[in-house]
Antibody
Framework: QLVESGGGLVQPGGSLRLSCVAS????????MHWVRQAAGRGLEWVSA???????YYPDSAKGRFTISRENAKNSLYLQMDSLRAEDTALYYC??????????WGQGTLVTVSS | QSVLTQPPSVSGAPGQTVTISCTGG?????????VHWYRQLPRTAPKLLIY???NRPSDVSDRFSGSKSGTSASLAITGLQAEDEADYYC????????????FGGGTKLTVL
C-alpha cells in the first residue's frame, strides 16, 4: 500500500513537499516514481528514484523538483520548488515492478494559484 | 501531445470486443521497450491491467489481453461489460529521453 500526503494550495513560485509512505512490501528493494494527472487530463511522469538512490526527471521537472527516499521510514518524497500554475494536478506515487507500475497511491492534490 | 498515440475514445456494446491501439516510434516501442496498460475508473488511481506486452496480473480478468508488433501495441477487451467503462492508458519508455517514462494520452471506453 502507498499513501501520499503533503498536497495543498500554494502560490506561484512557492514550494511544497509531498510524502508517500509504503507498507506491505520491502520498500528498499524497489524503484519508486511520482506520476501526476491534471484535472481531465492524462498521466504524466514526474520523477523516479532507483533503489540505489539514482534519480531521473523529465525536462518539465528538472531543476525544480527533487525526489528522495528514506528507506528506514519506508518513505518517498518530492520536493517541488518554483511551482507554476501548470503544476496543478493530483500527484501519485507508484511502485515500479517488472518495468510497470503495479502499486499506486490514492494521490495528493496540489493546487498552484494566487 | 503524447509520444505514444492512443485514440481519444472507443465504444462498444455489452458482449462485444474492442481494441485500443498505442502507436509509438523507433525510440520507444520500436526500440524494444515493453508496453504496459492501465485502467482508470473515475476518481480512482490507475490499475495495472497488462505488463510486459502480454502478461496479466493474477487479479485481472482473462477478458483483457495485450499484444505488441513493431512500433505499436494493442489492448483487447472481450465480452464488454458496463464496468469496463473507464480510461485506458498505455505506458512505455524512450531511449532518446534517457529512459524517460512515457504514457499514452489515454482512451475513454464507453459501453453503449
Amino acid at each position: 500500500q502507498l499513501v501520499e500526503s503533503g498536497g495543498g494550495l500554494v502560490q506561484p513560485g512557492g514550494s511544497l513537499r509531498l510524502s508517500c509512505v509504503a507498507s506491505g512490501f520491502a520498500f528498499r528493494n524497489y524503484d519508486m516514481h511520482w506520476v501526476r494527472q491534471a484535472a481531465g487530463r492524462g498521466l504524466e511522469w514526474v520523477s523516479a528514484i532507483g533503489f540505489a538512490g539514482d534519480t531521473y526527471y523529465p525536462d518539465s521537472a528538472k531543476g525544480r523538483f527533487t525526489i528522495s527516499r528514506e528507506n528506514a521510514k519506508n518513505s518517498l518524497y518530492l520536493q517541488m520548488d518554483s511551482l507554476r500554475a501548470e503544476d496543478t494536478a493530483l500527484y501519485y506515487c507508484a511502485r515500479r515492478w517488472s518495468d510497470a507500475f503495479d502499486i499506486w497511491g490514492q494521490g495528493t492534490l496540489v493546487t498552484v494559484s494566487s | 501531445q503524447s509520444v505514444l498515440t492512443q485514440p481519444p475514445s472507443v465504444s462498444g456494446a455489452p458482449g462485444q470486443t474492442v481494441t485500443i491501439s498505442c502507436t509509438g516510434g523507433t525510440s520507444n516501442i520500436g526500440a524494444g521497450y515493453d508496453v504496459h496498460w492501465y485502467r482508470q475508473l473515475p476518481r480512482t488511481a490507475p490499475k495495472l491491467l497488462i505488463y510486459n506486452n502480454i502478461n496479466r496480473p493474477s487479479d485481472v480478468s482473462d477478458r483483457f489481453s495485450g499484444s505488441k508488433s513493431g512500433t505499436s501495441a494493442s489492448l483487447a477487451i472481450t465480452g464488454l461489460q458496463a464496468e469496463d467503462e473507464a480510461d485506458y492508458y498505455c505506458q512505455s519508455y524512450d531511449i532518446s529521453l534517457s529512459g524517460a517514462v512515457l504514457f499514452g494520452g489515454g482512451t475513454k471506453l464507453t459501453v453503449l
